[in-house]
């Protein structure tokens, strides 16, 4: 959810610590900090509200360096956004430490730091810690003892970076339900929570699991686990280019990544067919043996991957007759399903790192199911590494908040998934054959169906007046119904919501009038002429209705209804990612008719590790 950057290093660390930070700004944010441990070890900290730019400024004005620091950006969950409440915060004696997470029990703490003398000047919980750290410092040998006696007091979810005058040459991380890696270097070491914040120094990481405490130094690691034993955790490549964040020639990363969505489909399809049929193995070396067993799926995740879950959802049920349930991750964590034997359960997110999604993967595993699955984007993902079965998205890094290839990939993915446990009997060779074609098809008909940009862009000049919008959609075109309603509030500020078609005379018809737009999606299946029904009510009350439609689903343009056909007809397994991408044009398109932050929109942020 924040960014988090750490340097030990030679050279001094400010330029690093600050393109870190850049890197990370897709996560969302709303202040931005560093502190660094100065020449003769005094600390020096810069901190501002907004972007990572005004705290250049700041350093600009009043510059610090060293070769030991850490910096931030915060997305506010205790207190507001101003410059007191921006991390680093700092106790006595320099200690200064920047935080990922809630602290459960900070009141708590906050009020035996008060009794013992110490004062605050935030409202955040993360200063709690810092004096907490300070507190143990007195009776411990280094900052590495005192952080681990610390956070064996919090309750909650934290990573955290901590220097301090006392022990100058080294950052002390830890980890508890949030992302840290480390970084290693020659004769310099870092640490982030997202390896993209490190790839300009180093492609060689280390990943911390949870209840992690590690002491960085120059030229050594040193990690305990949760027990305090000495751990050994495996170093990993990254496979990912330096530039795998930068915007190239587009004038926002949504753009960028709505235009990329062929490549990531195709990508995440690769080696993972052969001969038009599909490799059981693309799941994991297991993944055969207990596809046979599957009776029933639950998936379970959040926003847009909730809405790829409802698609998946309907795939299963149609090709393999078996009942698939979704769940929102954080209404699932908290209930008490009832779990038939021999049922898979599924978690879907672009992070892997989504706090309810991987609370309820770790219920999962506790609760009988006969394995876990999860289908991804980053390899290096707490999601990942705790499943039993895996399959990435390869869609690549997402910067942009509003998903778009993410999703699509994870639609390619639900695919994949529909037809590996159909075909455990279920399908015969010939129709799994046909299935595997239609998606390898999907790259070439998201490359012409994004011929589409200029004239959804003339379209959104219709919307950026408008205060709400209804979308409607039926069978799992209603989830991209969903998810179109959802980016066009993510991004643009204008109410929309989503329904199935059917359901306008329910109760939404009531909002129909000139100023609320309608728009369908409207594949050529056997729900067409229902669709078309469904419409007609919309136009016989005087409802403005914008229709993306199949070549062949016979609709036309005529008073009060435009039209905008997909330049190719998709079947049933390819209709969604092809319809998702009009959707996603539209809702860019009138964001910037709007002057909206089509990248970071406002009061969210893009890795949910927070409840």
Known sequence: MCGIVGVVAERNAVPILIEGLRRLEYRGYDSAGLAVLEPGHRLGRVRTVGKVKALEEALAAAPVAGGVGIAHTRWATHGVPTTLNAHPHVSRDGIAIV??????????????????????????????????????????????????????????????????????????????????????????????????????????????????????????????????????????????????????????????????????????????????????????????????????????????????????????????????????????????????????????SQSGETADTLAALRNAKQAGYLATLAICNVAESSMVRESELVLLTRAGPEIGVASTKAFTTQLTAAAMLAIALAKQGRIDAAAEQALVTQLLALPGLMEKTLQLDAAVAHLAESLVDKQHALFLGRGPLYAIAMEGALKLKEISYIHAEAYAAAELKHGPLALVDEEMPVIAVAPNNELLEKLK?????????????????????????????????????????????LFALPLQLLAYHVAVLKGTDVDQPRNLAKSLTVE
């Open 99 to 348: 935080h990922n997470g809630i602290i459960e029990n900070h009141e708590a703490l906050r009020a035996g730091l008060l009794d013992l003398g110490y004062s605050f000047s935030s409202e955040t919980d993360t200063e709690v810690i810092a004096h907490r750290i300070h507190h143990h410092l007195g009776a411990s040998p280094d900052l590495f003892t005192a952080v681990r006696k610390t956070v064996a007091e919090l309750r909650g979810a934290y990573a955290l970076a901590v220097i301090c005058e006392r022990d100058p040459e080294c950052v002390v991380v830890a980890r508890e339900g949030c992302p840290v890696v480390i970084g290693l270097g020659i004769d310099e070491n870092f640490v982030a929570s997202d390896v993209a914040a490190l790839l300009p120094v180093t492609r060689r990481f280390v990943f911390l699991e949870e209840g992690d405490v590690a002491e960085i130094r120059r030229r050594s690691v040193k990690i305990t686990d949760a027990a305090g034993r000495v751990a050994s955790r495996p170093m990993r490549e990254s496979e990912l280019p330096a530039d795998a964040v930068e915007r190239g020639q587009y004038r926002h990363y949504m753009l960028k990544e709505i235009h990329e969505q062929p490549r990531a489909v195709a990508q995440t399809l690769d080696e993972r067919v052969a001969g038009a049929h599909l490799l059981d193995a693309a799941f994991g070396p297991t993944a055969q043996q207990v596809f046979k067993r599957v009776k029933a799926v639950h998936i379970a995740a959040c926003g847009t991957s909730y809405h790829a879950g409802l698609v998946a959802s309907y795939l299963i049920e149609e090709l393999c007759r078996i009942p698939a349930r979704v769940e929102i991750a954080s209404e699932y964590r908290y209930r008490q399903p009832v779990i038939t034997p021999d049922t898979l359960f599924v978690t879907l």
């Open 533 to 577: 029904s469904n419409l007609q009510e919309v136009r016989a009350r005087g409802g403005k209705l914008i229709v993306f439609a199949d070549p062949l689903a016979g609709m036309t343009r005529s008073e009060g209804v435009t039209v905008l056909h997909l330049p190719v007809s998709a079947t049933a397994l390819q209709a969604p990612a």
